[in-house]
């Protein structure tokens, strides 16, 4: 039988900050689990034996994506009626960050390949995850930082 262990994963988190105009305003509250394929199980068995693939994301990889902006009454009022946040989550094999787990943040910072991982990372959240929900806000997205967690960002 088949376990998929968590301790091999590691969570990418991607929290969106937008700014948008009225007429771009989307006050759905809903959760959405995109899924590259019905069979969960047989997904992470493909994920797991091609997590040394030399382009970690070019495969689709499940995805959360919500607005937590949109579930809090007091949003409008503590951030403002142009704000909102999206949340996009997903999880990828432990093997595709564990060169960088002894680094500190600074030391990551500086290193080109992390760069470049999570630059994929952060392309692949939105057009597998944001594109797939809220693709009219793209538009309204502010900057923003990646993290991925592991007992601690990394």
């Not at 007429?23 to 509250?29: I, L, M």
């Amino acid at each position: 039988m088949y376990r998929y262990s968590l301790r091999e994963s590691c969570s990418q988190f991607d929290s969106l900050p937008l700014t948008y105009l009225p007429q771009d305003v989307d006050e759905r509250s809903h959760n959405t689990w995109i899924y590259p394929q019905r069979n969960y199980t047989a997904m992470e068995k493909r994920v797991e034996s091609d997590a040394t693939a030399a382009a970690p994301w070019a495969q689709p990889m499940p995805m959360f994506v919500a607005s937590g902006s949109a579930k809090d009454v007091a949003w409008g009022r503590t951030h403002g009626a142009k704000k909102k946040t999206i949340v996009v989550l997903s999880q990828c094999p432990f093997r595709w960050v564990k060169g960088w787990a002894h680094l500190n943040h600074a030391e990551r910072s500086r290193d080109p390949a992390y760069a470049a991982f999570k630059k994929n990372a952060k392309e692949a959240m939105m057009a597998q995850g944001f594109r797939k929900v809220f693709p009219h806000l793209e538009k309204c997205v502010c900057p923003w930082c990646l993290s991925s967690t592991r007992r601690k960002f990394l």
